[in-house]
């Protein structure tokens, strides 16, 4: 197949235009976490634990690490964040530790938010605001 100029240059300014469109985000909090859960009610309180600091002077790199002694799996997720799902942490029966630690990009100040899944099938939620004062994702 041979393409004339005009053809060539249609196709890419159709392609240019189609790039530039943005797409929807791939998920909100609630539905991450409705994927996570199954559905179940998610209690907030006690059974994990999320340290995370208060003030992130990047947004590039911002330490966070979850403790949630007993648990099966653990969801972090980044509220303000184009795609709120961060990490997911499964532990098998012979995981010595229940924790996980990891850095994570944030684009602007938000909730970090930690849901354990527990080993009797419960879940537990908890949150920290980080104020970040560079963002990492293109802030």
């Known amino acids: 197949m041979i393409l004339s100029r005009r053809e060539a240059l249609v196709l890419a300014l159709g392609s240019v235009a189609a ?3 943005p797409l929807p985000a791939l998920a909100s909090v609630e ?3 409705a994927a996570f ?3 179940a009610a998610v209690t907030d309180g006690a059974g994990v634990t999320l340290t995370a600091p208060e ?3 990047n947004g590039n790199t911002v330490p966070v690490s979850v403790d949630a002694p007993g648990a099966s799996a653990i969801m972090v997720l980044a509220a303000g964040n184009p795609t709120p ?3 997911t942490f499964t532990f098998g029966e012979l995981a010595g ?3 996980a630690s990891t850095r994570i990009r944030l684009s602007k100040t938000q909730d970090v938010i930690a849901i354990a899944k527990l080993a009797d099938g419960s ?3 908890t949150s920290s605001e980080v104020k970040v004062t560079i963002g990492g994702c293109g802030g």
């Open 55 to 57: 003030i992130a002077e």
């Open 19 to 21: 790039a530039a469109i």
């Open 85 to 87: 799902a961060v990490a």
């Open 123 to 125: 879940f537990v939620r």
């Open 37 to 39: 859960t199954g559905g």
């Open 97 to 99: 530790a229940h924790m």
């Open 31 to 33: 539905e991450a976490v």
